[in-house]
C-alpha cells in the first residue's frame, strides 16, 4: 500500500475504482518469517510539557481512600486495556483507532519515560485488547483478527516485531457483521491455557434473525479457543458488550463486565459485574436487557430458564469496561483478592455517572460487593475530565489506570497515613 | 470512468436539491445559542465544539446546518442506523435538530496537510465532493479531514455493504477493496483539522 500512497493521484483512483486488483503484500507475512520490512519510524509521545502538567491538575481533585496516592505514569493517546509484560519491561496498551503503544519505564522511577507505537509496519484496526501469557507471547484480539507476537517484551525495541496469526482477518467474526461500536474486545489466558476473547455483539438490542448466527460464533459472547487458533468454542452467551475479563486467580473462574441496553430510561437497566462458574452458561441478553430488567423488543418472550444473572449489579448506564483482580500485597488486606474496575462513564445520560474506579469484594456465595474507590473525573458542569477504561497491576501491587478522553495512564499507591 | 461518476454526480445532485427542499421545508429556523445549551447531549462524544472525542463519532463542527440535520433526520426516521445515534435522535424534535446543526455549523473548520504530503497526492476518487484536504466542496458531503481511521473505514465499509445508503457514495464503496478503503481513509485521517471557536 506504500507504494500507492507514493504514487500518482491517478494510479491511486484507477486501483480505488477497479475490482479484481492483486491483493497487496500484508507486512504479517514478512514478519512471520522473521523478514525486515524495511519500516524504521515510530512515533513517539511527549511525556512532559502542558499537556502532561494538565492532566496532573485533573488528578489533584481525584479522591481515593486514606493512605492512597494517584499519580501520572504516562501520556498515552486514546488509552485503552493494557497488558503488563511478565517480565515487568514494558506496559503494551490498546486503542480503539489504528495504533498499540508500548510504555516503558527504564529507569524504575514508576513513571514512564518512554511511549512509542508498538510494531509500526503493521495495520491494526481496532486493537483494543491486548493481553499476555505468563511466558511472554502477547496476544492483540482486534476488530476482526487476533495475532500473537512472541517475546514481544524483547522484540518491542525494533519496528519489526515476531508476529503470527492466531485468528486470521475476517475469521474472528463474518465480515458482515463487522461493525465499529461493541467492537473493543479484551482477552485473557484461561487456567486451561486457552485464550480467551469479548466478544460484543453490534446492536443497542438484536433482532431475532440474528440469534443463531451470533449464538454459533460467540457474538455477544466470550469465546475461547487454543493459543495456536484451534479448538474454538462458544464460552458464554446472553452478553451484550462485555468489555472487561479476569481470571480469579483462586477458582480460576471467569469474572467479566458487561454494558447495558441504552434508551430504557436514566436508571434503567443496571450495569453488570458477571461470575462465569463453568463453560456454556446463558447470561441473559437479549431478554433481560441489565440485571432481570426485561427488554421492550423480548417482553413476550420466554427467557431461557438458566439464565445466570449479575454477580453484583452496577449503576445504570455507568458502562463498567476493564477489571483486574488484584493480586499485589501492597494495599490494605480488604482489597486483596477484590476486583478493581474502571467505570468508562455514561454518554446519554441526564446527569453523566461513572467515570470513577470501582472495587469490588467477592462474597462466600458467589456473589459480589461494590463500591467507587477513585471518582472526581466528572466537573461541577457534568463535563468529563477524564474518562478509565482499564485497570492492571504493576509488579510492585500498585494499579495502573487508563482513561481514552485524556490519553493517559495513571497509577495509584498506597503509602499508609 | 472518472468523468462518468463526474456526470452521474451532476445528475445526482440536481435530484438531491429538489428532494432537499422538500425535506427541510418544514424545519424550524435554528437558534445556535440554544442549539449550545441543548449540545450537552451531543458533546460526550462530539465535543462542545465539534472535535470528537471519541474516535467512532465524527468532527462535526463547522459542517453546514443542513447536512447535520439531514443526518439526525435520517437516524430519527431508521434511515441511518447506528447503535448510539438511533437512541439519541429518536428523542429529538425537529427544533432541538434544527438548534444544536445551527449550533455545530456556526464553528470553523479548516484543514493542514501533514509535512511532506502534497494535494497532489490526494485520492482522485474522493476530492470532487470531499476536496483535497478533507473540507467538502459541497453542501451534501460531509468534512472528513482528521476524522480517524476507524470511522472513515466503518463508513465506507457500510456503504460498500449496505448498512448505510447514499446515492452516490453507495456507488463509488461498491467498488473499494479494504486495502483501497484503508488507503482513503489514511490520507484524510492524517490531515489535521482545526475548528475555531464561534463567539
Same mark, same amino acid.
Given at each position: 500500500?506504500?507504494r500507492?500512497?507514493?504514487?500518482?493521484a491517478?494510479l491511486?483512483a484507477?486501483?480505488a475504482?477497479?475490482?479484481?486488483?492483486?491483493p497487496?503484500?500484508?507486512?504479517l507475512?514478512?514478519l512471520?518469517n522473521?523478514?525486515?520490512?524495511?519500516?524504521s519510524e515510530?512515533?513517539?509521545?511527549?511525556?512532559?510539557?502542558?499537556y502532561?502538567?494538565?492532566?496532573?491538575?485533573?488528578?489533584e481533585?481525584?479522591?481515593?481512600?486514606?493512605?492512597f496516592?494517584i499519580?501520572l505514569?504516562?501520556v498515552?493517546?486514546?488509552?485503552?486495556h493494557?497488558? &503488563?509484560?511478565?517480565?515487568g519491561?514494558?506496559?503494551?496498551?490498546?486503542?480503539?483507532?489504528?495504533?498499540?503503544?508500548? &510504555?516503558?519505564?527504564?529507569?524504575?522511577?514508576r513513571?514512564?519515560?518512554?511511549?512509542?507505537?508498538f510494531?509500526?509496519?503493521?495495520?491494526?484496526?481496532?486493537p483494543?485488547?491486548?493481553c499476555?501469557?505468563?511466558?511472554?507471547?502477547l496476544y492483540?484480539?482486534?476488530?476482526?483478527?487476533v495475532?500473537?507476537y512472541?517475546?514481544a517484551?524483547?522484540?518491542y525495541?525494533?519496528?519489526?516485531?515476531a508476529?503470527?496469526?492466531?485468528v486470521?482477518?475476517?475469521?474472528?467474526?463474518?465480515p458482515?457483521?463487522?461493525s465499529?461500536?461493541?467492537?473493543?474486545r &479484551?482477552c485473557d489466558?484461561?487456567?486451561?491455557?486457552?485464550?480467551?476473547?469479548?466478544l460484543?455483539?453490534?446492536f443497542?438490542v438484536?433482532?431475532?434473525?440474528?440469534?443463531?448466527?451470533?449464538?454459533?460464533?460467540?457474538?455477544?459472547?466470550?469465546i475461547?479457543?487454543?493459543?495456536?487458533?484451534?479448538?474454538?468454542?462458544v464460552?458464554a452467551?446472553?452478553?451484550?458488550n462485555?468489555?472487561?475479563?479476569?481470571i480469579?486467580?483462586?477458582?480460576?473462574?471467569?469474572?467479566f463486565?458487561?454494558?447495558?441496553v441504552?434508551?430504557?430510561?436514566d436508571?434503567?437497566p443496571?450495569g453488570?459485574?458477571?461470575?462465569?462458574?463453568?463453560?456454556?452458561q446463558n447470561?441473559?441478553?437479549p431478554?433481560?436487557g441489565?440485571?432481570?430488567?426485561?427488554?421492550?423488543?423480548?417482553k413476550n418472550?420466554e427467557p431461557?430458564?438458566?439464565?445466570?444473572f449479575?454477580?453484583?449489579?452496577?449503576?445504570?448506564?455507568a458502562?463498567?469496561?476493564?477489571m483486574?483482580?488484584?493480586?499485589g500485597?501492597?494495599f490494605?488486606?480488604?482489597?486483596?483478592?477484590?476486583?478493581?474496575?474502571?467505570?468508562?462513564?455514561?454518554?446519554?445520560?441526564t446527569?453523566?455517572?461513572?467515570?470513577?474506579?470501582?472495587?469490588?469484594?467477592?462474597?462466600?456465595?458467589?456473589?459480589?460487593?461494590?463500591?467507587?474507590?477513585?471518582?472526581?473525573?466528572?466537573?461541577?458542569?457534568?463535563?468529563y475530565?477524564?474518562?478509565?477504561?482499564?485497570v492492571?497491576?504493576?509488579r510492585?501491587?500498585?494499579?495502573?489506570v487508563?482513561?481514552?478522553?485524556?490519553g493517559a495512564i495513571?497509577?495509584?499507591w498506597?503509602?499508609?497515613? | 470512468?472518472?468523468?462518468?461518476?463526474?456526470?452521474?454526480?451532476?445528475?445526482?445532485?440536481?435530484?438531491?436539491?429538489?428532494?432537499?427542499?422538500?425535506?427541510?421545508?418544514?424545519?424550524p429556523?435554528?437558534?445556535p445559542a440554544e442549539g449550545r445549551?441543548?449540545?450537552t447531549?451531543?458533546?460526550?462524544?462530539h465535543?462542545?465544539?465539534?472535535?470528537?472525542?471519541?474516535?467512532?463519532?465524527?468532527n462535526?463542527?463547522?459542517?453546514?446546518?443542513?447536512y447535520?440535520?439531514?443526518?439526525?433526520i435520517?437516524?430519527?426516521?431508521?434511515?441511518r442506523t447506528?447503535?448510539m445515534?438511533?437512541?439519541v435522535?429518536?428523542?429529538l424534535?425537529?427544533?432541538?435538530?434544527a438548534?444544536?446543526?445551527?449550533w455545530?455549523?456556526?464553528?470553523?473548520?479548516?484543514?493542514?496537510?501533514?509535512a511532506?504530503k502534497?494535494?497532489a497526492?490526494?485520492?482522485?476518487?474522493?476530492v470532487?465532493?470531499?476536496?483535497?484536504?478533507?473540507i467538502?466542496?459541497?453542501?451534501?458531503?460531509?468534512?472528513?479531514?482528521?476524522?480517524?481511521?476507524?470511522?472513515l473505514d466503518?463508513q465506507l465499509?457500510a456503504?460498500?455493504?449496505?448498512?448505510r445508503?447514499?446515492e452516490?457514495m453507495?456507488?463509488?464503496?461498491?467498488?473499494?477493496?479494504?486495502?483501497d478503503?484503508?488507503?482513503?481513509?489514511?490520507w484524510?485521517?492524517?490531515?489535521?483539522?482545526?475548528?475555531?471557536?464561534?463567539k
Amino acid at each position: 500500500m506504500k507504494r500507492l500512497l507514493l504514487g500518482t493521484a491517478s494510479l491511486l483512483a484507477v486501483t480505488a475504482l477497479a475490482q479484481a486488483q492483486a491483493p497487496v503484500p500484508e507486512n504479517l507475512e514478512k514478519l512471520s518469517n522473521f523478514q525486515t520490512t524495511g519500516t524504521s519510524e515510530f512515533t513517539f509521545v511527549d511525556q512532559t510539557g502542558d499537556y502532561a502538567d494538565g492532566i496532573k491538575k485533573t488528578l489533584e481533585r481525584i479522591k481515593l481512600p486514606d493512605g492512597f496516592k494517584i499519580g501520572l505514569y504516562a501520556v498515552v493517546p486514546d488509552a485503552r486495556h493494557m497488558a &503488563v509484560g511478565p517480565q515487568g519491561i514494558v506496559t503494551f496498551v490498546g486503542t480503539r483507532k489504528d495504533k498499540v503503544w508500548s &510504555v516503558t519505564d527504564r529507569n524504575k522511577d514508576r513513571v514512564a519515560d518512554e511511549v512509542k507505537d508498538f510494531a509500526p509496519s503493521l495495520k491494526f484496526a481496532i486493537p483494543n485488547g491486548p493481553c499476555f501469557s505468563k511466558d511472554g507471547f502477547l496476544y492483540i484480539a482486534e476488530q476482526n483478527r487476533v495475532l500473537v507476537y512472541p517475546a514481544a517484551e524483547f522484540f518491542y525495541e525494533s519496528p519489526d516485531v515476531a508476529a503470527f496469526n492466531v485468528v486470521k482477518q475476517g475469521e474472528l467474526i463474518p465480515p458482515t457483521e463487522e461493525s465499529y461500536n461493541h467492537t473493543a474486545r &479484551v482477552c485473557d489466558i484461561g487456567p486451561d491455557g486457552k485464550l480467551y476473547i469479548t466478544l460484543g455483539q453490534p446492536f443497542n438490542v438484536p433482532a431475532p434473525e440474528k440469534a443463531d448466527l451470533y449464538n454459533k460464533w460467540g457474538i455477544g459472547g466470550i469465546i475461547r479457543l487454543n493459543t495456536d487458533g484451534t479448538g474454538r468454542e462458544v464460552f458464554a452467551t446472553g452478553v451484550r458488550n462485555s468489555v472487561g475479563m479476569d481470571i480469579d486467580p483462586k477458582t480460576g473462574d471467569v469474572w467479566f463486565t458487561d454494558n447495558q441496553v441504552d434508551g430504557m430510561g436514566d436508571d434503567i437497566p443496571p450495569g453488570e459485574l458477571n461470575h462465569a462458574t463453568a463453560a456454556g452458561q446463558n447470561f441473559g441478553f437479549p431478554w433481560y436487557g441489565g440485571g432481570n430488567v426485561r427488554t421492550n423488543e423480548y417482553k413476550n418472550d420466554e427467557p431461557p430458564a438458566d439464565v445466570v444473572f449479575p454477580a453484583a449489579e452496577q449503576v445504570a448506564h455507568a458502562a463498567d469496561l476493564g477489571m483486574k483482580f488484584y493480586t499485589g500485597k501492597m494495599f490494605p488486606a480488604k482489597y486483596q483478592g477484590a476486583i478493581f474496575s474502571a467505570q468508562h462513564g455514561s454518554w446519554n445520560r441526564t446527569t453523566p455517572v461513572g467515570a470513577r474506579v470501582m472495587v469490588s469484594y467477592v462474597n462466600e456465595d458467589g456473589t459480589a460487593t461494590s463500591e467507587p474507590f477513585a471518582e472526581g473525573w466528572i466537573d461541577e458542569n457534568g463535563e468529563y475530565l477524564g474518562r478509565p477504561v482499564d485497570v492492571a497491576e504493576l509488579r510492585d501491587g500498585s494499579i495502573l489506570v487508563s482513561d481514552d478522553l485524556a490519553g493517559a495512564i495513571y497509577r495509584i499507591w498506597y503509602e499508609g497515613n | 470512468m472518472l468523468r462518468s461518476v463526474i456526470l452521474a454526480l451532476g445528475g445526482v445532485f440536481l435530484a438531491q436539491g429538489v428532494l432537499n427542499q422538500s425535506a427541510f421545508a418544514q424545519m424550524p429556523a435554528g437558534d445556535p445559542a440554544e442549539g449550545r445549551k441543548k449540545a450537552t447531549m451531543c458533546r460526550t462524544c462530539h465535543g462542545i465544539e465539534g472535535l470528537a472525542k471519541i474516535p467512532i463519532a465524527p468532527n462535526i463542527g463547522g459542517e453546514p446546518a443542513s447536512y447535520i440535520s439531514r443526518q439526525l433526520i435520517a437516524f430519527r426516521a431508521g434511515a441511518r442506523t447506528h447503535e448510539m445515534m438511533s437512541v439519541v435522535a429518536k428523542s429529538l424534535d425537529d427544533q432541538t435538530i434544527a438548534d444544536v446543526a445551527a449550533w455545530y455549523a456556526e464553528q470553523k473548520a479548516s484543514a493542514t496537510l501533514p509535512a511532506g504530503k502534497t494535494d497532489a497526492q490526494a485520492p482522485e476518487t474522493c476530492v470532487a465532493c470531499h476536496g483535497t484536504e478533507g473540507i467538502a466542496t459541497m453542501e451534501d458531503a460531509p468534512n472528513l479531514a482528521g476524522e480517524t481511521v476507524m470511522y472513515l473505514d466503518t463508513q465506507l465499509k457500510a456503504f460498500r455493504g449496505g448498512k448505510r445508503t447514499h446515492e452516490i457514495m453507495s456507488d463509488i464503496a461498491a467498488d473499494l477493496s479494504d486495502e483501497d478503503i484503508r488507503e482513503l481513509a489514511e490520507w484524510y485521517s492524517g490531515i489535521k483539522l482545526n475548528i475555531e471557536k464561534a463567539k
